[in-house]
């Protein structure tokens, strides 16, 4: 079996928000600027992360999860990696056990060395014990040490670092600094593009990292890191070209914006051609067969989307003509008839489904779920803050994967349009899963 090597890392920590984006962007960014080629990865669903991630590598990111992309899509994408890269870097998600699969799973299983990153604003000597309680939960997991993060003076580093029972697993730490805080909202991290000097947190960032050890390991330490990359045993099947011809038109701009890169190219791979618009900016749909509405920030510009009767109307020519919709999460909720931001403000929206959506404080749901349409099951996430209410009785609802379960009800599937045309639902789904099960949310006649 082919196999390819290259030095890579797993990031992770004892929870969210600990700083791993600002750590992998810092490491992907300072290796960048050496001229070096970095693939970044970042492990579980995530649309938000990656832009950053992105940003900083220079490269495109995708996701790995050993359930939602599955262990075969894994395998062939750091293999594929390992032979163009000089480093890989996998960002993990939430804290290092949490989840299922989680990051030490997805590190276990192809031998990924694991950076911890412990925000040690508030503490000292437990940093210690954090530390070793992480690196000695779980046998069979490598262990490239530990990076204080958010920490507040020079003295207070050398209390956290002699507070290690093993003095080299310190790879140094990273001050509390404004220049490179990566700023959030309720659903993660703010886009990269949204933010003029994101390119400058990132230096700066990198700049800090580059005083501490982790920053200053050279060709001779990162030998410390190589992996091995097996070629998948059984490869991914070619996907069938069940969209040949067919134009998709996805909604793409600052209210529409969590596409995975891998659902494009299942897309195109199935024949598709795509076109890109903006329902903040554009008064026509392209000239398409389908219409894609992904998940993204719609309750930040309510009133923009309200104030667009052009976008409005074409919608609702492309419904009435009785082509395809599929409409994810954000997507879903500007085809109701209104739509609630957190503060109370009401607008109107597309009216393509009867009823209203509102946004809440709190988190309506989170987590792995698979759905089952024509031609399979697709495999997927949902996370919101809005709930909707609406006479559609749903056709189906989601379920959990494998080994959870759910809080109550599954995410329903919405059917509606003239010719039950347009396939509505929070669930965002991972297309590549299952194309000819994907094929079908884009094509007539299917249920």
């Given at each position: 079996?082919?196999?390819?090597?290259?030095?890579?890392?797993?990031?992770?920590?004892?929870a969210s928000g600990?700083?791993?984006?600002?750590?992998?962007?810092?490491?992907?960014?300072?290796?960048?600027?050496?001229?070096?080629?970095?693939?970044?990865?970042?492990?579980?669903?995530?649309?938000?992360?990656?832009?950053?991630?992105?940003?900083?590598?220079?490269?495109?990111?995708?996701?790995?999860?050993?359930?939602?992309?599955?262990?075969?899509?894994?395998?062939?994408?750091?293999?594929?990696?390992?032979?163009?890269?000089?480093?890989?870097?996998?960002?993990?998600?939430?804290?290092?056990?949490?989840?299922?699969?989680?990051?030490?799973?997805?590190?276990?299983?192809?031998?990924?060395?694991?950076?911890?990153?412990?925000?040690?604003?508030?503490?000292?000597?437990?940093?210690?014990?954090?530390?070793?309680?992480?690196?000695?939960?779980?046998?069979?997991?490598?262990?490239?040490?530990?990076?204080?993060?958010?920490?507040?003076?020079?003295?207070?580093?050398?209390?956290?670092?002699?507070?290690?029972?093993?003095?080299?697993?310190?790879?140094?730490?990273?001050?509390?600094?404004?220049?490179?805080?990566?700023?959030?909202?309720?659903?993660?991290?703010?886009?990269?593009?949204?933010?003029?000097?994101?390119?400058?947190?990132?230096?700066?960032?990198?700049?800090?990292?580059?005083?501490?050890?982790?920053?200053?390991?050279?060709?001779?330490?990162?030998?410390?890191?190589?992996?091995?990359?097996?070629?998948?045993?059984?490869?991914?099947?070619?996907?069938?070209?069940?969209?040949?011809?067919?134009?998709?038109?996805?909604?793409?701009?600052?209210a529409f914006c969590?596409?995975?890169?891998?659902?494009?190219?299942?897309?195109?791979?199935?024949?598709?051609?795509?076109?890109?618009?903006?329902?903040?900016?554009?008064?026509?749909?392209?000239?398409?067969?389908?219409?894609?509405?992904?998940?993204?920030?719609?309750?930040?510009?309510?009133?923009?989307?309200?104030?667009?009767?052009?976008?409005?109307?074409?919608?609702?020519?492309?419904?009435?003509?009785?082509?395809?919709?599929?409409?994810?999460?954000?997507?879903?909720?500007?085809?109701?008839?209104?739509?609630?931001?957190?503060?109370?403000?009401?607008?109107?929206?597309?009216?393509?489904?009867?009823?209203?959506?509102?946004?809440?404080?709190?988190?309506?749901?989170?987590?792995?779920?698979?759905?089952?349409?024509?031609?399979?099951?697709?495999?997927?996430?949902t996370f919101h803050?809005?709930?909707?209410?609406?006479?559609?009785?749903?056709?189906?609802?989601?379920?959990?994967?494998?080994?959870?379960?759910?809080?109550?009800?599954?995410?329903?599937?919405?059917?509606?349009?003239?010719?039950?045309?347009?396939?509505?639902?929070?669930?965002?789904?991972?297309?590549?899963?299952?194309?000819?099960?994907?094929?079908?949310?884009?094509?007539?006649?299917?249920?």
């Amino acid at each position: 079996m082919p196999s390819a090597s290259c030095p890579a890392i797993l990031i992770a920590a004892p929870a969210s928000g600990q700083g791993k984006t600002t750590v992998a962007c810092a490491l992907a960014r300072l290796h960048t600027r050496q001229g070096k080629r970095v693939r970044v990865f970042k492990c579980g669903p995530d649309f938000l992360d990656p832009c950053w991630l992105s940003l900083a590598s220079g490269a495109p990111v995708h996701q790995l999860d050993l359930w939602m992309t599955g262990e075969v899509d894994c395998a062939l994408r750091l293999y594929a990696a390992a032979q163009e890269a000089d480093l890989i870097i996998v960002e993990g998600v939430m804290g290092l056990f949490d989840g299922q699969p989680s990051a030490a799973d997805l590190a276990q299983r192809f031998g990924l060395p694991l950076l911890t990153v412990i925000d040690a604003s508030a503490m000292a000597g437990t940093f210690g014990a954090l530390t070793w309680g992480l690196q000695t939960y779980r046998e069979g997991l490598r262990f490239a040490g530990v990076l204080a993060n958010r920490v507040a003076s020079s003295g207070h580093a050398v209390m956290l670092e002699e507070s290690l029972r093993d003095a080299s697993q310190w790879q140094g730490a990273l001050m509390r600094s404004e220049a490179f805080s990566l700023p959030e909202r309720h659903l993660g991290l703010v886009m990269s593009g949204e933010m003029d000097d994101a390119m400058a947190r990132l230096d700066a960032a990198a700049d800090a990292l580059a005083e501490t050890k982790l920053g200053q390991m050279g060709a001779d330490a990162l030998q410390a890191w190589w992996v091995d990359f097996a070629a998948p045993a059984d490869a991914v099947p070619e996907a069938p070209e069940l969209l040949q011809g067919l134009t998709i038109a996805v909604a793409r701009d600052a209210a529409f914006c969590f596409l995975y890169a891998a659902n494009l190219d299942c897309l195109q791979a199935m024949g598709a051609r795509l076109v890109f618009f903006s329902p903040l900016a554009d008064a026509v749909l392209p000239d398409c067969d389908a219409l894609w509405l992904p998940g993204g920030y719609p309750e930040l510009h309510a009133a923009t989307l309200a104030a667009n009767g052009a976008m409005k109307t074409a919608i609702a020519s492309h419904v009435r003509a009785g082509k395809p919709v599929w409409a994810e999460c954000g997507g879903m909720m500007v085809l109701f008839d209104q739509l609630t931001t957190v503060n109370g403000s009401t607008h109107l929206m597309w009216g393509v489904l009867p009823g209203s959506v509102t946004l809440q404080q709190r988190l309506a749901a989170l987590g792995p779920q698979q759905i089952s349409v024509a031609g399979g099951t697709l495999r997927g996430h949902t996370f919101h803050y809005s709930t909707c209410s609406t006479p559609l009785v749903p056709a189906t609802r989601t379920e959990a994967a494998p080994g959870r379960k759910l809080r109550g009800e599954g995410e329903a599937l919405y059917v509606a349009g003239p010719a039950g045309n347009v396939k509505a639902s929070y669930f965002h789904a991972w297309l590549a899963s299952n194309p000819a099960a994907a094929a079908s949310l884009f094509l007539k006649d299917t249920p």
